[in-house]
């Protein structure tokens, strides 16, 4: 038994040793932390030199396409991240009493990194995600990487999987930072490890309908967050809650699901993975963010662009009935980006919007994408070049 397991350790050593070419010998590389509850599946290395990996750019929708390498970093629940690296993207292997999957105590990010016409990659507003990440990991009370822990293993994983990052207007490289309770633990109570991973994968339009208008359904039995709850945080409990009402809407030939309040059942909250605007003459209305509402990054970027636009912003609630004098409707976040709806649905009436000819959300939505890929100078401080 002695003799197997010193040939089990070999043989994992090995593997281990295969799975870091000398391809990311220029990366920052660091002292792997001591044994842990979640253990990395290797396998041999696909990295290479291309410019770009071998994908129809063309037909890139969004959908996970798995890229060369993950950034992983842990700790236990009273000390703070100090080390992570690059490990290949596989599999991992936890617990099964990991605190994520018995209790729900993760959070994750969404950011994208874009290529410029002239080649440059850049990172969008990264750190605003870092900051949201550490407001979440409060709530959940979990530990949670520094900003600069968080902006830094972003890069490096970006920059390992260059070659995935779309052509410029081909779409982006989406980075999904998940932080996880991944420590055993059997009743109600903090785990005892934690562990940050960072992978990403290519991709395009968010909604089948691409670009096309949304048509959104008023779902009055679900709700998505209620008072008190963790609905203003990314934590993953808020997210398969609204799939049935999702499904459901799809079912019946709409987009997504629009929330309202869970107390009084008539103002707008948010979509199920974005945040909803109205446009009514030169004002842009949009539900305040209270606790039950996601302050999406996208969100907080076209309130200021909405600004500099001249236009009048406001953050308020919205009852729905508000809804039938809307000029435009549009909803935002990383994923969609902006999107239009053309219509929503609510106890059977349907309030059709204006998706034609000068939009107030393509306009914004042009200086935004303009920002992200490099086209418009950057005055503001929110893009970082990957070099």
């Given at each position: ?6 040939r ?20 920052r590389?660091y ?5 842990s509850?979640?253990?990395?599946a290797?396998r ?18 969004f ?5 060369d ?13 100090k080390q ?22 993760g ?13 440059r ?13 550490r407001?979440?990991?409060e ?22 999987n ?14 999904r ?16 490890e ?8 290519p ?23 209620s ?10 409990t ?16 709409f ?7 869970a ?28 606790g ?23 953050e308020r ?32 009436r ?7 000819g000068?939009?107030?959300?393509k306009e ?5 994408v ?18």
């Amino acid at each position: 038994m002695i003799q197997g397991g010193s040939r089990m350790r070999n043989l994992l050593q090995s593997l281990r040793a295969a799975s870091f070419p000398s391809k990311v010998a220029n990366y920052r590389r660091y002292t792997p932390p001591p044994a842990s509850s979640l253990q990395i599946a290797t396998r041999p290395s696909a990295y290479s030199d291309d410019e770009y990996a071998d994908v129809d750019w063309d037909k890139l929708g969004f959908g996970l396409t798995p890229t060369d390498y993950m950034y992983v970093m842990r700790c236990s629940k009273d000390e703070d991240f100090k080390q992570g690296r690059l490990n290949r993207y596989a599999n991992i292997e936890i617990s099964p009493s990991a605190g994520v999957l018995n209790y729900g105590q993760g959070i994750y990010e969404g950011t994208k990194a874009n290529r410029t016409e002239d080649g440059r990659i850049l990172l969008f507003r990264p750190e605003q995600n870092a900051t949201r990440m550490r407001h979440g990991a409060e709530r959940m009370l979990m530990p949670s990487p520094s900003v600069q822990q968080f902006v830094d293993a972003v890069k490096e994983t970006v920059f390992a999987n260059k070659r995935w990052i779309p052509p410029a207007g081909k779409g982006s490289l989406y980075v999904r930072p998940l932080l996880l309770g991944t420590g055993p633990i059997l009743g109600l109570a903090p785990a005892p490890e934690y562990t940050f991973v960072v992978y990403a994968s290519p991709v395009r339009n968010y909604f089948k309908e691409g670009t096309a208008p949304l048509n959104l359904y008023i779902d009055e039995e679900f709700v998505r967050a209620s008072p008190g709850g963790a609905g203003g945080v990314k934590t993953i409990t808020n997210y398969a809650p609204v799939l049935k009402a999702i499904a459901r809407a799809k079912e019946r030939g709409f987009s997504d699901v629009l929330y309202l309040d869970a107390v009084n059942r008539k103002y707008l909250e948010e979509v199920s993975s974005c945040n909803i605007f109205i446009v009514k003459g030169n004002h842009i209305l949009t539900p305040a963010a209270s606790g039950t509402i996601l302050e999406g990054i996208t969100r907080k970027s076209i309130l200021e662009i909405a600004r500099d636009h001249g236009y009048q912003v406001e953050e308020r609630a919205i009852p729905v009935d508000d809804l039938v004098d809307a000029d435009e409707v549009f909803c935002t976040g990383t994923a969609v980006g902006v999107a239009p709806v053309g219509s929503i649905t609510h106890q059977d009436r349907r309030i059709e919007f204006k998706t034609e000819g000068s939009l107030i959300c393509k306009e914004l939505y042009s200086t935004l994408v303009g920002l992200q890929t490099g086209r418009i100078e950057d005055k503001k401080g929110w893009t970082v070049e990957i070099h």
